[in-house]
């Protein structure tokens, strides 16, 4: 992890991600078009099994809300079986979301999103196997009581297929947030962010990045009048992303100060 901890400080890390963006097109299995390479996402990722869970997404709600309880209540004693829920979750999020068997292009891949989204595997892996993060939340404080609400959004998820808001309280079980990416990231980020500075930075750093990109990504379903709501869900994504990449490059000394603010507990 040091050689990535390294790497991730270079101007070079920036470009490989940037230029990854353009190189790493779609993969289908019939009727590949380079100038309709944003179809074929689309069409992929609308297609991909994590939307079409049905009633499996009960229990992986409950699973999810399970494992954040156990953390809160349990602390650094199930800091193994945290670690490697996120780890798996990313590994699951990589082919659920990302994959899909359609009429028009066959077996579709969106190849970018894959890579990206195991690379946020790998760091959470190594993390399991040779964990640093400590969740005592010694850094629960008021100033980042605004990541806790944006988190908890992100989480419920409280919009219908239609794009109107409806704020369920039972969207926690039934929705299908958990095995999206996009949903989950602001939990697990802002999770590391309360235990600040006592977590493993390139975990931190990785996600933060790759959430970041995605959340640029779906900024531009602001663009579409139908798909506002879409943007509106992956403002949490995004901001939290933002900041906690910023956070992460942060000198060690500064992480470590004492902060002035009242804490929450």
Known sequence: MEKLEKASTKWWFFVILLTAQSVLLPIVSRNFDPKNIQQMVYTTLSHAPQGHLGGLN???????LLMFVLL???KNKVRTLFNGYVAFSYFAFAFIQNMAVTEQYGFSVV???????LLVAYVWIRETLKPENNYDFSNLR??????????LFAYLCPFTSQGAFDWNPLHFFYKNSVTAFCLTTPAFLTILTL???KI????YRITAIIGTIMGI?????FLNPHSVYVGIMHIPLLTI???CAILSYRPTSKQKQTESEHPLL
């Open 58 to 64: 009960f229990l992986f709600q409950s699973l999810s």
């Open 72 to 74: 809160f209540v349990f």
């Open 111 to 117: 190849t970018v999103n894959l890579v990206m989204f």
């Open 142 to 151: 008021w100033k980042y009581a605004w990541m806790i609400a944006f988190a």
């Open 195 to 197: 235990n600040l500075p």
């Open 200 to 203: 493993n930075i390139v975990t």
């Open 217 to 221: 990504y779906n900024m531009f379903n």
């Open 241 to 243: 992303s933002l900041y």
